[in-house]
């Protein structure tokens, strides 16, 4: 059974009058445990499609399936607990707090969101500091620390409840190549280590051969698609 699922999936944004097609009728499926890339040049998509298998935003036509529910189901509400309770994130410009610690950074989702218990909610972000890496720096804060070390308190922070997926739009781009490079093996060794299901989109070709199945956005469409097309498979 695939983690995520998409059948000729598609997003229109409307802005005023004009529609602007961002996602032009894909297919393609995630299998759990997968290590998974999207790449593209900029406008390709990438975020678009993220987002909805992220459950921020519905397609406009099309079905998505992410553990085996249609996102499409969801209200804002039920989004937002499926989110909480299934998925966590990575952003590009790693969005830690800037008044919290390392630690306090990791512990948040825990806290405010999943309310668990002090002592199991400190055990559990002591587990992910040392997982990436990072118990000594356990009391800095974030503007204290490197681009590289902040990114992997952002895997911790979408680790640390325990998703079954994580998804990470271009989390290397701010990072030098020999940085991005580390963050995507610390990514795998996460995968290896927690079976959770990754899914990160970068425009850089060089790191998207770090990836164990690659999908090519091309304004709106996959390379995989487009061949098919072509191929008069379509
Ligand atoms: P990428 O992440 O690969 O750079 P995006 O998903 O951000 O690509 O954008 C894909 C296309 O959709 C682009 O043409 C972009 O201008 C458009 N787009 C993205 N977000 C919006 C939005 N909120 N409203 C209107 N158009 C958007
Ligand atoms: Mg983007």
Request: charged share 25%; aromatic share 6%.
């Amino acid at each position: 059974m695939s983690l995520v699922r998409a059948e000729r999936l598609e997003k229109t944004y409307r802005v005023g009058d004009i529609d602007v097609p961002a996602i032009k009728g894909i297919d393609f499926a995630i299998e759990p445990g997968s290590f998974v890339a999207f790449v593209g040049p900029s406008g390709s998509g990438k975020s678009t499609l993220l987002n909805m298998i992220g459950c921020l935003d519905h397609p406009t036509s099309g079905t998505l399936t992410v553990l085996d529910t249609d996102i499409a189901t969801l209200d804002r509400r039920a989004a937002a607990r499926f989110r909480g309770e299934h998925i966590g994130f990575v952003f590009q410009d790693f969005n830690l707090i800037p008044v919290l610690t390392v630690f306090e950074n990791i512990e948040y989702p825990l806290r405010m969101v999943q309310k668990w218990p002090a002592e199991k909610r400190h055990a559990q972000v002591a587990l992910m500091l040392a997982a990436v890496g990072m118990a000594d720096q356990a009391n800095k804060r974030p503007d204290q620390i490197s681009g590289g070390q902040k990114q992997r308190v952002a895997v911790a922070r979408a680790l640390v409840s325990q998703p079954k997926l994580v998804l990470a739009d271009e989390p290397t781009a701010n990072l030098d190549h020999d940085t991005a490079y580390r963050i995507l093996e610390l990514m795998k060794k996460m995968r290896d280590e927690f079976k959770t299901t990754f899914v990160f989109s970068t425009h850089d070709p060089k790191i998207m051969g770090e990836a164990e199945t690659t999908f090519t956005l091309e304004d709106g469409r996959l390379d995989s698609d487009i061949q098919q097309e072509e191929l008069g498979h379509a």
